[in-house]
């Protein structure tokens, strides 16, 4: 069994004793799903607060293993959060000590705890079990954010009636020459150059290679000396070409475990991002001349059709050279959120990417690739400005501070020096409230009359009285609490019906 195999070939893991304190997680406190060749996990943030947390597996055997950082790049695990900051995880079907039935049936035991800031750890369990869903591809390939993952089908036809690549024929004298019934690894660099060592060996290095049924995995974290970085019309992609090969006394099994993920950044401006990406990934197809491929987008893990990119305002280009997706900051299927730098207000937009491709190149090169992309904007300004709403002859100052997001409420203001809570101020008839946008932000209104005695009077020249309103207002994001002040003031200048009466009696 996959496990069983990683065991013996020398995965470093913490293992531990099974807990039997565990207990099941409240209802609403966690949910999951199967969705793309993954075991999709969610844990509710109103649930962890401030608390840390840590997961890990069970072997089949009941012994629990910590997924470390290290061990997630490894073994096809990934942990983060989702858009609205709940933690979130993410693990591959072929991951280290997922139960595995002939590649078609998934389980997992899966265990998380958490830990407050003081007290012991409260240790939470779930089964998980997922069917396939779609049937494999001859290769698949996953670009994960902390690793990259490439299985293929080892039921294929014999080697005679195929044209070897030029890495098979470079690692052919390599694979005749090595020891009899053990698993080697033969990585291929760009000056002709090759390295070879038994899969022990690339674990130790933190590499996952490992067999199922059906299939020969190997995963790689990104980054690794064995990988290349090249371009691909003009973007970087990450490469690492490699063939597993297991050897008998009477035949050689050699697999072409060859991947690349394109690693360039996205290109964010004022108005929208792009994530941009090649069409053809060369060191992964044989016959460009014969390359036909579909590409689809997705969200969240999840391919979205065409009307639902039309809908969003993304734009979906490929032609014969670049894939190209671009956003709207602040479109729909991302998030548009407040932010803080010190006590200056702004927005950062988040939205989870996924390319999903199938290329056909001869009839033996099926492919399914896949790339989920992250991306989080830099920190936009967006400087509130208070907005004077006055009109002089109704004998008050009519104010709105804005525009926020939603995610931000109004805590308190100070009206010529005075602080008064949100309920404080209502209680004074200052009327504070909320006036919407049709954009889904808002400005916090106010008005205050001019007789207020927190309101500063002066005589100007002639027949006129300047009305002076200081404030300063506190207001925080919402749910983190972080706080923010924005001061500002506002003059109305109005003719002194007491003054100018006398002059006209006179």
């Not at 999951?32 to 890990?56: H, M, N, P």
Request: glycine content about 8%.
């Amino acid at each position: 069994m996959p496990t069983m195999l990683l065991m013996r070939l020398g995965l470093l893991w913490m293992v531990v004793p099974w807990h039997v304190g565990s207990v099941s997680f409240p209802d609403g406190a966690a949910r999951t799903e199967c969705r793309g060749r993954y075991f999709w996990i969610w844990l509710d943030k109103a649930f962890v607060g401030q608390s840390r947390w840590r997961y890990g597996v069970y072997t089949e055997s009941g012994q629990y293993i910590e997924v470390t950082r290290q061990l997630a790049s490894q073994c096809g695990f990934m942990a983060g959060t989702d858009l609205r900051g709940n933690p979130q995880i993410r693990i591959s079907f072929l991951a280290c000590s997922v139960r595995n039935t002939f590649d078609q049936d998934f389980s997992l035991q899966l265990r998380v705890e958490v830990t407050g800031a003081v007290g012991p750890s409260i240790p939470y369990d779930m089964t998980i079990r997922c069917p396939l869903g779609a049937p494999w591809s001859p290769r698949e390939i996953v670009c994960e954010e902390n690793y990259m993952e490439v299985s293929v089908q080892r039921a294929v036809p014999g080697i005679g009636r195929e044209v070897l690549n030029e890495d098979w024929i470079a690692a052919w004298p390599v694979a005749q020459g090595a020891l009899n019934q053990v698993w080697q690894v033969v990585f291929h660099f760009r000056n002709g150059s090759l390295l070879s060592m038994p899969a022990t060996q690339a674990h130790s290095l933190g590499y996952g290679v490992n067999t199922t049924a059906t299939r020969v995995l190997f995963r790689a974290p990104y980054g690794t000396a064995q990988s290349e970085i090249t371009s691909v019309e003009g973007l970087e992609v990450e490469v690492a070409r490699v063939t597993v090969f297991y050897k008998q006394a009477w035949m050689i099994l050699m697999v072409d475990t060859a991947v690349a993920c394109p690693v360039n950044s996205p290109v964010v401006n004022a108005t929208s991002l792009s994530w941009v990406m090649p069409r053809i990934l060369p060191s992964l197809v044989l016959w460009p001349d014969q390359y036909q491929d579909e590409v689809q987008m997705g969200l969240d893990g999840r391919v979205i059709d065409v009307g639902t990119v039309a809908r969003n305002g993304y734009t979906f280009l490929a032609d014969s050279r670049l894939i190209r997706i671009v956003v709207p900051i602040g479109a729909p299927g991302g998030l548009l959120q407040s932010a803080l730098v010190g006590n200056c207000y702004g927005t950062r937009y988040s939205i989870h990417l996924l390319l999903d491709r199938h290329w056909q190149g001869d009839e033996s090169d099926r492919t399914r690739h896949r790339s989920y992309r992250p991306i989080r904007t830099p920190f936009s300004p967006q400087m509130p400005r208070i907005i004077d709403d006055t009109v002089a002859a109704q004998g008050y100052f009519k104010v709105r501070l804005g525009h926020f997001l939603p995610d931000v409420e109004l805590v308190s203001v100070s009206v010529g020096g005075r602080p008064f809570s949100r309920p404080e101020a209502e209680d004074h008839g200052f009327d504070p409230h909320e006036a919407p946008n049709p954009n889904n932000t808002r400005a916090f209104g106010l008005r205050v009359p001019f007789a207020d005695p927190l309101v500063q009077q002066q005589y100007l020249h002639g027949p006129l009285r300047r009305y002076t309103l200081r404030l300063n207002y506190t207001l925080q994001l919402l749910p983190t609490g972080e706080a923010f002040t924005q001061a500002g003031f506002i003059t109305c200048d109005v003719p002194d019906v007491g003054e100018l009466g006398e002059g006209l009696a006179r």
